[in-house]
């Protein structure tokens, strides 16, 4: 059996062992969980994205977006989506 020391703050470690118990497990068993689930899905277990507004300002950066120039032009370019 391996040993994992892992430094967390105070307050997410009460919170996180006081859910854990409202679901009938202890720390322990919630990390050992969490990591089963990432072998079972060779990943993270949830969804790690960017917000809707994130991700529209990295496709800003990047130079992904399109422009017009008058609100006709944007609304036939909606339309013929």
Do not use: H, W, Y
Not at 68 to 81: A, C, G
């Amino acid at each position: 059996m391996a040993s994992i020391n892992v430094r967390i703050d105070e307050d997410t470690k009460k919170e996180s062992q006081e859910i854990l118990e409202a679901l009938g497990m202890d720390l322990t068993t919630g990390i050992r969980v969490f990591l089963n689930q990432v072998i079972a899905e060779k990943g993270l277990p949830f969804a790690v994205k960017l917000s809707p507004l994130e991700a529209s300002i990295m496709e800003m950066k990047m130079g992904q977006t399109k422009t017009v120039s008058s609100v006709k032009e944007l609304m036939d370019d909606i339309n013929n989506d």
